[in-house]
């Protein structure tokens, strides 16, 4: 099945925070127990440029991709992916439009990925700066 298409716009200098719900043909969730996600946002598809990577493996400051939803309380067998960056990782953030995508694996000898979304990412520049 060929990956969605999702277009967003992150706030520099603000928190982002969405969930997405993973479903499989028959609208069931999909159970995301022992998957792993990665997401690279760059300047354009092809681009040795990485403005920033979430991954399943939480920064320090939460960046990244949740398999418990974005409240972090949904057991995996939801298929909710919550995606997080920190409003600290969002204000190094600097760039006008860029393409990303989203992908998952399971598995761990020859694992099974699959690119879920892909899309536009439009950084809106923040006026106020420092921090709290």
């Not at 440029?49 to 418990?68: A, K, M, Q």
């Not at 020859?110 to 690119?115: D, E």
């Amino acid at each position: 099945m060929p990956a969605g298409r999702y277009s967003f716009t992150i706030e520099q200098g603000a928190t982002l925070n969405f969930e997405l719900a993973y479903k499989d043909s028959n609208n069931n969730p999909v159970d995301l127990t022992g998957y792993q996600g990665r997401m690279q946002i760059r300047p354009s598809v092809g681009s040795d440029t990485v403005y920033i990577t979430l991954s399943s493996s939480l920064d320090d400051d939460g960046t990244g991709l949740n398999f418990s939803g974005s409240d972090g309380l949904n057991p995996p067998t939801s298929g909710t992916i919550g995606i997080f960056i920190s409003a600290n990782s969002s204000s190094l953030l600097n760039f006008n439009e860029a393409s990303y995508d989203l992908e998952l694996a399971t598995g761990s000898e020859f694992p099974i990925v699959t690119r879920l979304l892909e899309g536009q990412v439009r950084l809106s520049k923040n006026v106020t700066l420092g921090s709290f």
